[in-house]
């Protein structure tokens, strides 16, 4: 039952975008639900959904936050597409997401940095984010932060960016 209610999140989750016309992700037709760990940029862990790499793939729109149903996932790699719109608050939430990357988009508005417990690495860098520099006073293990190519403004506090020196 538990497998069901993965898979149904994951069907959700995969109208990452609004129009998936342009998705260009082979194998995700309809009937292919059953398969779903088998589909082209998903890992899964035993029927869970761990890692996404929808890397270059010429989608469009923006990211849904549905995305944040799947709590499993430690892996979510949208970069060099042409997502535009906020990155949804709720992946700040993933309680497993070490690696984040959403570089070569043209998202915007302030970035989702409240929470992140568990990220390693993270890449926002070449999108249209503004507002303060992102602090993530929560991750512990961040080693890895590439912010550069946005609208941020003022200055970078190196004491709230982690708890431990990048």
Known sequence: MGGSRWLFHFLLVSVLLHDSKAA????WGP???AACCSWTGVACDLGRVV???LSNRSLHGVISPAVASLDGLAALNLSRNALCGAAPEALARLPMLRALD???NALSGPFPAAGFPAIED???SFNSFDG???AFPAAANLTALDVS????SGGINSSAL???PL
């Open 122 to 124: 993270l890449n926002s």
């Open 162 to 164: 982690c708890l431990s």
């Open 132 to 134: 303060p520099h992102p």
């Open 31 to 33: 009937g292919a639900a």
């Open 51 to 53: 890692a996404l790499d």
């Open 149 to 152: 190519g946005n609208n941020f």
């Open 102 to 104: 959403l570089s070569a």
């Open 24 to 27: 260009g992700l082979i194998g």
